[in-house]
């Protein structure tokens, strides 16, 4: 079955602090993995996609294991408006059973 | 570029109504998907089309929802009749294709009373 496994949190972070969480998943054939973040209220929105071993954007870097199945979102020197929800999103394709199957999402909290 | 447009925002409905919600992708998305998000938890998958066709509605309730996409572009979720516990966010989402990275819209909140 699909499972995609994340810390819910909430993780409390002060500000300017490196935080990382984990997101582990169960089809080992996926070849694309996503991190959304959602803010109360709000749609999830793409905050990464990682193809190959990881993928850097300024602050953020997440990380691919293949081997170990999961996949790490890192946020160095966090900020204030980074308290949100992250959310891991694994596609599970083949046999019919397609789509994008979210994890239940880390509450990240920055305090100032 | 247009997002994923969704209608309504917002619907309160007594239970045993039925309610029926309105996506459009983005264009030329051919990947549209409607997932249900109880507060607190993620996103679950309903059902996914691909253009017009039903590639996976595992985790529709059947016996109350349906969907369709039948010109391959704008979608319809209709739950019928509603229970308290299908209140929740109803958010559409689309894609390029599958497995590429899926836009959502800004969701239609539905409250059953």
């Known amino acids: 079955r699909k499972e995609v496994e994340q810390d819910p949190g909430p993780f409390n972070v002060p500000e300017g602090a490196t935080v990382a969480f984990n997101c582990t998943y169960s089809?080992?054939?996926?070849?694309?993995f996503f991190w959304y973040r959602q803010d109360c209220r709000k749609e999830p929105k793409l905050l990464m996609s990682?193809?190959?071993s990881g993928n850097e954007d300024g602050r953020f870097t997440a990380q691919l294991n293949r081997a170990s199945q999961y996949i790490s979102l890192l946020i160095r020197d966090s900020k204030l408006s980074d308290s949100a929800t992250y959310l891991c999103?694994?596609?599970?394709?083949?046999?019919?059973?397609?789509?994008?199957?979210f994890g239940k999402g880390t509450h990240l909290i920055i305090q100032p | 570029e247009a997002g994923v447009a969704q209608s309504p925002r917002y619907k309160i409905i007594e239970k045993r109504q039925s309610v029926a919600f309105w996506c459009n992708p983005i264009?030329?998305?051919?990947?549209l998907y409607w997932y249900q998000q109880i507060l607190g938890q993620g996103p679950k998958l309903l059902i996914q089309?691909?253009?017009?066709?039903?590639?996976?509605d595992s985790q529709l309730p059947k016996d109350r929802f349906s969907a369709e996409r039948l010109k391959g572009v704008d979608s319809t979720l209709k739950i019928q009749p509603a229970k308290l516990e299908d209140s929740a966010v109803y958010l559409c989402?689309?894609?390029?294709?599958?497995?590429?990275?899926?836009?959502f819209g800004q969701g239609t909140r539905l409250t059953v009373v």
């Open positions: 989402a689309s894609s390029l294709d599958r497995d590429a990275e899926a836009f």
């Open positions: 089809n080992s054939a996926s070849q694309s």
């Open positions: 990682v193809y190959s």
């Open positions: 999103v694994v596609p599970y394709s083949g046999g019919g059973a397609d789509g994008l199957t």
């Open positions: 264009s030329g998305h051919a990947t």
């Open positions: 089309f691909q253009n017009n066709g039903v590639v996976d």
